[in-house]
């Protein structure tokens, strides 16, 4: 689905400059699992790993990029917004940063949907994870509302 990710990608562009300065990119999106890559060397921190508030950034803009792909799949036109977070660091990060975030089931994203149809708002939980050396190093978990354009 490279159209639809692009969308994603152009919108970070346009409207979100943190990402233009982590130089964070859509790496991939398949319908069911969104992966953001950044390079470490505009994140890393004095220990030369990554720096934990651009692990953060890139847990919570996965996220929020699988709940924007999920919207433009449905033709909804909405306001997004994280409403709550919580990030654990597990281990550093020595190199290019990969928040992945896995779509959850197909009936959770229809709940989700139809609440903004039938409600004009809706909110959804979903979790993004950063491995590096094929170790767990950030587990993360967001809610995300879709309110109605005002």
């Known amino acids: 689905m490279p159209n639809i990710s ?13 990402t233009q300065f982590m130089e964070m ?31 953060y950034n890139a847990s919570v803009m996965a996220c929020w990029g699988m709940a924007y ?5 449905a033709g909804i036109v909405c306001n997004q917004v994280v409403t709550k977070a919580c990030i654990e660091y597990k281990a550093p990060v020595q190199g290019a ?13 229809e709940e989700f949907i139809t609440a903004f149809k039938n409600k004009g708002r809706a909110r959804i939980t979903l979790q993004a994870n950063i491995e590096c050396s ?13 309110l109605k354009e005002t």
């Not at 792909?69 to 799949?73: A, R, Y």
């Open 25 to 55: 990119d859509v790496e991939s999106y398949d319908g069911k699992t969104l992966i953001l890559h950044a390079p470490l060397n505009p994140n890393i921190n004095d220990k030369q790993t990554a720096f934990g508030g651009s692990l």
């Open 134 to 146: 094929g170790r767990l190093a950030v587990e993360f978990e967001g809610c995300y509302a879709i």
């Open 69 to 73: 792909l999920k919207t433009q799949e």
């Open 97 to 109: 940063i990969r928040a992945i975030c896995q779509a959850p089931d197909d009936e959770t994203i």
């Open 6 to 18: 692009q969308k994603l990608s152009d919108f970070f562009k346009k409207n979100l400059p943190i």
